[in-house]
């Protein structure tokens, strides 16, 4: 009896896992991400010895400015990564580039993500849910969703037009 490897063209449960997989993946790792394990202290922490490994000396003010950067970056940048993974599964093996239905699924579960990871981090010991990174989150999701957009049409104009 021969095994057969599923590839991502066989079917559906090949493109399940070529799109969907790796939403679940980044939702998982978000979900990680939201624990004590990377709260602000534990960022601090780390991005205080990788400073030190440089030979540079920052003062607790400057540490503190660069970890709730580096923090809302990531905020911004996860959920933009995740609206952008969703779009793509949404879109699979379309020939078109762009629905609006697809922007709007991609949007919602987004959002509804960044409101259950808030309060999913209230209840952990050392995080605190915030509307405000809701927010941000939203936003980094909404401009992945610009940029696909803007994409869309200039690719869409390139072929009208050659």
Sequence with gaps: MSTRLVTAGSGIL???????????????LMYYASTDVLSGENTRGAIEKFLSS???????HTLARINYWLRKTAHFTEYALLCWLLFRAFRADSPYRWRFRW?????VI?????????????????RGGSINDSILDSVGALVSLAA???SAAVRRNKTRYS
């Design 103 to 107: 922007a709007v699924f991609s949007l």
């Design 148 to 150: 696909i957009g803007v």
């Design 14 to 28: 090949g493109r399940a896992i070529k799109y969907w997989l790796p939403v679940f993946v980044m939702v998982g």
């Design 54 to 60: 440089l030979g540079l000396q920052v003062t607790w």
């Design 110 to 126: 987004c959002a509804c993500w960044a409101l259950l990871d808030e309060l999913h981090q209230t209840f952990t010991r050392t």
